[in-house]
């Protein structure tokens, strides 16, 4: 198990700040590659990316729009994926009607703060409500996922946002994945809640595992990493599989 080649996608506006608190539980285990979107604006951009960076054969997480772009990699080449963790994130298209524009309308409102007062001041009306709520006095914390936005600009947010608007639906990639597969959330995460996990976990026919993490909201990999990194653990190990 030792060095197994693990790639690592960060979600929206995210980098490796994202994956770095659980590398000193995964780095005897696994060789971690964090993947940087660049100015992709699309999903499939996003997964062709992955698969030009990362070996022949690899294991891969993907959080929040990451885990998007890890079931567009296995669709596009499930022969190179030998597992799949999907943590805080979704399966389906965008909505039609209604709900689908308000989507919209609240993505594109996060993209004009981002525009008229910096992506500092958008990031930290987001994160109010992508956190467990005991986290939001922790100024060590939101600022270290502040300032990971930070490091991203508007242009970046606006394609990225232009990705997640247009996304593939992956239910038949859940509904053909036969390799170890992890699906984990926060269990106060709003925006991916536990009931799409437990979607995404029955879509799955191989082998799978539904983790919910306590005391944890959308960023969990930053709230609780080291549950985060226990469940991958099992997960890279194959237990309870």
Not at 128 to 134: E, I, L, S, T
Not at 186 to 211: M, N, Y
Not at 219 to 235: D, F, I, N, R, Y
Request: hydrophobic share 45%; net charge negative; charged share 20%.
């Amino acid at each position: 198990m030792t060095g197994v080649p693990l790639v690592l996608i960060p979600g929206l506006m995210c980098d490796g700040a994202v994956w770095e608190p659980l590398f000193p539980a995964l780095t005897p285990y696994a060789s971690c590659q964090v993947i940087d979107h660049g100015q992709a604006s699309s999903i499939t951009v996003m997964a062709q990316q992955v698969l030009e960076a990362a070996p022949p054969g690899f294991a891969l997480a993907g959080h929040s729009m990451g885990g998007r772009v890890a079931l567009e990699v296995l669709r596009l080449a499930p022969e190179r994926v030998m597992q799949l963790a999907l943590l805080d994130t979704g399966y389906k298209a965008r909505a039609s009607g209604p709900a689908g524009d308000e989507e919209a309308r609240k993505r594109q409102e996060l993209l004009e703060v981002a525009r008229t007062q910096g992506v500092r001041a958008m990031a930290r009306r987001w994160v109010q409500g992508m956190v467990h709520p005991a986290r939001l006095g922790d100024t060590t914390f939101i600022d270290a996922v502040v300032s990971m936005f930070e490091r991203k600009t508007a242009d970046i947010f606006e394609n990225q946002i232009k990705a997640l608007l247009a996304r593939p639906d992956a239910t038949s990639v859940l509904a053909s994945a036969q390799v170890p597969t992890l699906v984990l959330c926060g269990r106060e995460d709003g925006w991916a809640p536990i009931s799409q996990h437990e979607e995404i976990a029955a879509h799955v026919p191989g082998k799978v595992f539904l983790r919910v993490v306590e005391s944890a909201g959308h960023m969990s990999t930053m709230e609780q990493p080291g549950a985060v990194a226990h469940a991958m653990l099992e997960w890279l190990h194959q237990t309870d599989l």
